[in-house]
């Protein structure tokens, strides 16, 4: 599934960006991501926004080309095979650097201070992870995630799910009670008042995470003008007004 920041321009085949970085297609800066996880990418309107999208969007404004996004699987990101496929360029998934998959891909500078939470519903009574265990309640989780597997290391099998989206349905419908899950995407769908009036945040799991766009391993002019685009945009004010536009307010520790 092709969804296509942008009106179409150049030709199809390798080529080059600005500064000499490599493309998969000429005029294009092609990223793998997989939809829908709100908000860093989602579509609305018929067109695929978010934080993830509008920092990327400074990455390709920096090298003259226009980006192109490619929806993927999620565990591809974890073996950087689009990337090896040369399919994509990069991917940017609110994708969690871990020392994992730095075996397989190159990370960029992190851009994110990421944290897991725990959302269940207010009838319930859940409010932590030791409420679930002592309830014998049935806990959800996305599929090869950080919260999956920080899930898995509290002892629990949560029932995975293959999207953002399908964790937070599954919620809704009853086949789990509870589900670990970022905790900007709880943020975006509690300010639903619907989705406010049936479900509470519970705890909050600080798990030390930070999101990081990736490269194919050894792509260093790609890496270099990716980590530019962030650390500029930290500099100049342009993050804070993405972050403020697609989270919310910026919080005072990050820089």
Request: glycine share 10%.
């Amino acid at each position: 599934m092709f969804l296509v920041a942008g009106c179409s321009s150049g030709d199809s085949g390798p080529s080059e960006a600005a500064g000499g970085v490599p493309v998969v297609e000429k005029g294009k800066l092609t990223t793998c991501t997989h939809l829908p996880y709100p908000p860093f990418q989602f579509e609305q309107s018929g067109k695929v926004v978010g934080f993830d999208v509008a920092l990327i969007d400074l990455v390709a404004k920096n090298l003259e080309v226009e980006q192109k996004i490619l929806d993927t699987p999620f565990e591809n990101f974890k073996t950087g095979a689009f990337l090896n496929s040369g399919q994509c360029d990069l991917a940017a998934a609110g994708m969690t650097i871990t020392d994992e998959r730095k075996k397989n891909v190159d990370f960029s500078v992190p851009y994110f201070d990421a944290t897991q939470a725990l959302l269940a519903t207010k009838k319930s009574g859940i409010t932590s992870l030791a409420d679930v265990k002592a309830k014998e309640k049935k806990l959800g989780a996305q599929a090869e995630t950080t919260g999956e597997s920080y899930a898995k290391a509290q002892g629990f099998n949560p029932v995975a799910f293959e999207s953002s989206d399908a964790v937070l349905n599954g919620l809704r419908t009853g086949q789990v009670d509870a589900v670990v899950i970022d905790y900007p995407v709880v943020q975006g769908w509690l300010k639903d008042k619907a989705n406010a009036a049936e479900f509470a945040l519970g705890q909050n799991i600080e798990t030390g995470e930070q999101y990081g766009f990736s490269v194919k391993k050894g792509n260093t002019a790609l890496l270099a003008a990716i980590d530019k685009a962030i650390t500029t945009a930290k500099a100049d004010g342009t993050y804070k007004k993405i972050y403020e536009q697609w989270i919310g307010p910026l919080p005072q520790a990050t820089s």
